[in-house]
C-alpha cells in the first residue's frame, strides 16, 4: 500500500505555532532575565503570525486522512483562541513588572497550550480530540503551579492536575467504549456506525463519560469542583488565561464532538446537555453570591457562563450553534477586560490585592477604570444596551425556537440572581467610602481594558460580520 505525505497546508499554523515556541524556548534557556520581555513579545508577534497564516495561506479542507479538519467553524473559534493567548501574555508581561513571576517558560507554555488547543478545536478523530486535549493540559498543569514560592499556586496545580487526570480517564473509557461499538474513531465513521445499528446501551454509556470528560474541561456542573480553587490559588494572569482562552476552545470542542459525531444521538444527549446547563446557571448564579475574594467570583461566574452557551448546544440546532458562537465571542471580550481591571488592583505597600472591598471608592479615585469596569460588568450580567445582553439574548432565543422554552425561563431567573453580584462590586465601587489608590495601571492593561470596553459598548459597528462569520461558522458543521 502507498502512503502518499499528508497535506501540512490546513495544519501550517500550528506548525508555525510550535516551531517558534521551540525557538522561543531555546532562545530563553540561552539567556539571561534581561530577554524576557522580549521572548513574550516574539510570542505575540508570534500569536499574530498564527492568526495571519490562517487568514491567508490555510485552505478549508481535511489532512490526516480526515483526522483534522480546517473549516469556517474552526477557523473563527481558532482565531478567537489565539487572541485571547496573545491577550494574555501581554497581561502577564505588566504583572510581571511589579510581582515576582516567572522567567520565560510562562509564554513558551502559553504558545504550546495553544497548540493544544487548536489541535483541539480541529480534531475530527477521537484520538485527535484526545491528544489536543493533553497538550493543553499538560501545558496548563505546569502554568497553573509556575509560581513555586507560592504555596496556593502550588496547592491549586495539584487539584488541577488531579482531577484533570480523572477526568481524561474518563474521557478514555468513553471513547473506547464508542469505538467497541460504532468500530471507528473519526466522527463521520461514529455517526455512520450510530445510524446504522442505532443507538444502543453501550453507545449511551461512551456518550455519558465522553461529555463527563467534556464537562470537565469546560467546568460545567458538576465537574466544576476544580474552578474555583483553581482561580483563586493560580497568579492572575494564568486565571485571565484559564477564563478565556481554554473555554474558548474546550466549547468549541464540545460543540463540533455533539453535532458531528454523536448527532444521531441527540435524543440522548440533548437530555444530559440541558441538565449540565441548568445546573452551572444555577450554582454559577446563587454560589457567587457569597464570594469576597473577586478571583473566586469571576471562577463561579465564568461557570453559569458556559451553562448559558450549553443552552445553545443544547437546542441542537443551526440557530443554537450561531449563538454558541456569539455567546463565545461575547464572553471572551469582556472577560479579559474584566481582568484588566483585577491585575490592576495593586498598591504600593500590599502588591496585589483580590479582596472584593478593595474596590471600594474607586469611581472617586480612578473614575476611568471604575466606568470601564462598570460597562464590563453591566455586559457580564446581561443589562442592555450592552453586547452581554445580544449573546444571552441569542441563546435564550435558540432555546425558544427548539421549544425548550423551560430552560430559557431558567436561564432568564438566573441571568437576574446573577445579576445581584456584578451590582454589588458596581455598587461597591460607586457609593462606599474610597479606600487607598491603585498603582498607575499599566500600559498594556489600558489597551486590553480600553479595547474591551470599546466593544462592549460600540459593538454594533462589528456585530454585522461576526454575525455574519459565526453564521458560516454553525453552517460549516452542519
Not at 434 to 456: C, H, K, N, T
Request: with cysteine; net charge negative.
Amino acid at each position: 500500500m502507498e502512503h502518499t505525505f499528508p497535506d501540512i497546508l490546513p495544519i501550517l499554523p500550528e506548525i508555525f505555532l510550535a516551531v517558534a515556541a521551540i525557538g522561543l524556548l531555546i532562545g530563553g534557556a540561552f539567556s539571561d532575565e534581561e530577554a524576557v520581555p522580549t521572548i513574550s513579545l516574539l510570542a505575540i508577534f508570534s500569536i499574530v503570525g498564527a492568526i495571519a497564516i490562517m487568514l491567508v495561506f490555510t485552505p478549508l479542507r481535511t489532512t490526516f486522512d480526515g483526522a483534522f479538519i480546517q473549516d469556517g467553524f474552526s477557523r473563527y473559534l481558532k482565531i478567537l483562541t489565539l487572541l485571547a493567548a496573545g491577550f494574555c501574555v501581554a497581561m502577564s508581561t505588566a504583572y510581571a513588572r511589579h510581582q515576582s513571576f516567572p522567567r520565560f517558560e510562562y509564554p513558551v507554555l502559553i504558545m504550546l497550550a495553544t497548540v493544544g488547543m487548536m489541535l483541539m478545536i480541529s480534531a475530527n478523530d477521537m484520538i485527535g480530540v484526545y491528544l489536543g486535549l493533553e497538550l493543553q493540559s499538560l501545558s496548563i498543569y505546569v502554568v497553573v503551579s509556575i509560581n513555586r514560592d507560592s504555596t496556593r499556586s502550588t496547592e491549586a496545580g495539584l487539584k488541577y492536575f488531579v482531577l484533570g487526570a480523572l477526568s481524561s480517564g474518563m474521557l478514555l473509557y468513553g471513547i473506547s467504549l464508542i469505538y467497541g461499538f460504532t468500530g471507528s474513531t473519526q466522527f463521520n465513521g461514529i455517526a455512520a456506525g450510530m445510524a446504522a445499528d442505532g443507538v444502543g446501551l453501550g453507545v449511551v454509556f461512551g456518550i455519558v463519560f465522553v461529555i463527563a470528560g467534556l464537562a470537565f474541561k469546560v467546568s460545567a456542573v458538576p465537574f466544576h469542583m476544580w474552578t474555583p480553587d483553581v482561580y483563586e490559588g493560580a497568579p492572575s494572569p494564568v486565571t485571565a488565561f484559564l477564563a478565556a482562552a481554554p473555554k474558548v476552545a474546550a466549547m468549541a470542542l464540545f460543540t463540533r464532538v455533539m453535532i458531528d459525531a454523536f448527532q444521531p444521538a441527540a435524543d440522548q444527549w440533548q437530555q444530559i446537555v440541558v441538565f449540565l446547563s441548568i445546573m452551572s446557571m444555577v450554582l454559577g448564579a446563587f454560589a457567587a453570591i457569597t464570594q469576597t475574594n473577586i478571583k473566586r467570583l469571576m471562577a463561579y461566574s465564568s461557570i453559569g457562563h458556559i451553562g448559558y452557551a450549553l443552552i445553545g448546544l443544547a437546542a441542537g440546532t443551526e440557530g443554537g450553534i450561531v449563538s454558541v458562537v456569539i455567546y463565545m465571542t461575547v464572553y471572551l471580550a469582556t472577560t479579559l477586560g474584566a481582568f484588566a481591571c483585577i491585575l490592576a488592583m495593586r498598591r504600593a505597600d500590599e502588591g496585589m490585592v483580590e479582596d472584593i472591598n478593595d474596590l471600594a471608592g474607586l469611581v472617586r479615585t480612578k473614575p476611568w477604570m471604575a466606568a470601564a469596569f462598570t460597562m464590563l460588568l453591566f455586559s457580564l450580567a446581561g443589562i442592555p444596551p450592552m453586547v452581554g445582553f445580544f449573546g444571552k439574548f441569542y441563546v435564550f432565543l435558540a432555546a425558544v425556537e427548539a421549544d425548550m422554552i423551560p430552560l430559557a425561563v431558567i436561564g432568564v431567573l438566573s441571568s437576574a440572581v446573577a445579576a445581584y453580584y456584578y451590582l454589588r462590586i458596581i455598587k461597591i465601587m460607586m457609593i462606599d467610602e474610597p479606600r487607598d489608590r491603585f498603582e498607575p495601571m499599566a500600559g498594556e492593561l489600558r489597551v486590553i481594558l480600553a479595547l474591551s470596553g470599546a466593544f462592549s459598548i460600540l459593538f454594533f459597528l462589528v456585530w454585522t460580520p461576526i454575525l455574519s462569520a459565526a453564521t458560516t461558522a454553525a453552517q460549516s458543521l452542519f
